[in-house]
């Protein structure tokens, strides 16, 4: 029986919804699957500034999903704009065609979306600057991840797809792991790439401490918004089920809690972080492993001059003063700091300034985007108003 014949069988509903995936799936594989583009650019057009910064997608891309993969490339696009140049957003199978057409482009691509690259792009991409995200290429990749139960499938690419990357000659490869992590990608330093630690950040345009108030947040203790899936679950619970009682909780997939709400509208985000009392911050467990890739949702909350506990994850030394973040060495100890930011408004509005001073001055979008300019060879655009850095506040290197 095909899956066309099963799908249409008076057959119980709950085992159609399972059937449903697979004969999608079989109708549009994912070499033919399309990235979903709702907004392919803001308010500039290309040719309205002295660039323009393309991001290509792949079929992972949606738009409509804000999972960190889409909010990360949104950051960048909005951060540039800000700057003065134009963002185009385009599906890496269109970019032979739109990319000549495009003035002074400068390129970004996730490593993943290469899979449906051909070479006819790889050859156009290497006359043009490029920025590619990698994985972790290191060697005994396979056995390392192996020991510590991961699928190496998922975090390493074939020989073919790694040939592509370095057939297009990016400018420089990088991750969102911090600096002490980037021994885990050695092998791209070895092919002769530059490795370029870039850290996600707050996007500024959206998460601000100028958020408007709202009613429907009112007396929210502890907020979190985001996906909930088996691995970040495990971590989730550990650090958060003690406050179940006391959770506001907003995602695009289903929680096992009863504060879960469902969707949140992303305009009204800024306004929980500023609001709630608190807003945790718990990472997948792979980021304590391999020393880094902090999610969005510290900058995000520190951003809109909320307040934070993050879980024991040492990589935010590298980004955080024992002032700005205090890390705690366990869940025991994130529960005590929490209940005390729960307890002491005081304490909880200090940390939050010192936090959004951090973030304000450093870990925002356009300074990421500002190293980007710098890596590629295309300059410094002028400097805006809140570049005039607070002097006084630490900063790493």
């Not at 985001?226 to 006391?246: C, H, M, N, T, V």
């Amino acid at each position: 029986m095909s899956l066309r014949q099963v799908a249409s069988t008076r057959i119980p509903e709950p085992i159609k919804r399972g059937v449903r995936p697979l004969l999608r799936a079989f109708r549009n594989p994912p070499e033919r699957q399309r990235a979903v583009i709702t907004e392919p650019n803001g308010r500039l057009r290309p040719g309205e500034g002295p660039l323009t910064f393309v991001v290509g997608v792949g079929p992972r891309f949606d738009q409509n999903v804000p999972n960190a993969m889409m909010t990360c490339r949104m950051g960048f696009c909005r951060a540039f704009e800000e700057m003065g140049i134009p963002y185009l957003i385009v599906d890496v199978r269109d970019l032979v065609r739109v990319l000549p057409t495009v003035p002074n482009p400068f390129v970004c691509i996730f490593g993943s979306d290469f899979d449906v690259i051909d070479r006819r792009t790889v050859r156009l991409l290497k006359r043009h600057p490029l920025f590619v995200w990698v994985n972790p290429w290191f060697k005994g990749s396979d056995a390392f991840f192996a020991q510590h139960n991961l699928d190496p499938t998922i975090w390493t690419w074939t020989d073919q797809h790694l040939r592509k990357i370095l057939d297009s000659e990016p400018g420089f490869v990088y991750t969102a792991t911090v600096s002490k992590g980037l021994g885990f990608f050695e092998e791209w330093g070895n092919r002769g790439l530059k490795v370029v630690s870039l850290p996600l950040a707050c996007d500024a345009t959206l998460y601000s401490p100028s958020a408007p108030m709202r009613p429907e947040f009112e007396g929210v203790r502890m907020a979190f918004v985001g996906g909930y899936w088996e691995s970040k679950g495990r971590q989730i619970d550990k650090y958060l089920r003690p406050f179940e009682a006391e959770l506001t909780i907003y995602g695009y997939s289903p929680w096992p809690y009863r504060g879960y709400r469902g969707m949140l509208p992303r305009d009204a985000e800024p306004s929980l972080y500023r609001q709630a009392r608190l807003s945790p911050t718990i990472n997948e467990p792979t980021v304590r492993l391999l020393h880094g890739q902090i999610n969005e949702r510290v900058f995000k909350v520190l951003g809109c001059g909320g307040a934070t506990v993050v879980d024991a994850v040492p990589a935010y030394r590298e980004l955080f003063t024992e002032e700005e973040l205090p890390i705690p060495q366990d869940e025991r100890e994130f529960v005590e700091m929490a209940r005390e930011l729960l307890r002491d408004p005081v304490l909880r509005e200090e940390q939050a300034q010192r936090g959004l001073r951090a973030v304000t001055n450093r870990h925002t979008y356009e300074d990421r985007a500002r190293v980007v300019l710098d890596r590629l060879g295309l300059g410094k655009p002028a400097e805006r108003a809140s570049d005039k850095k607070d002097d006084s506040v630490h900063r790493h290197a």
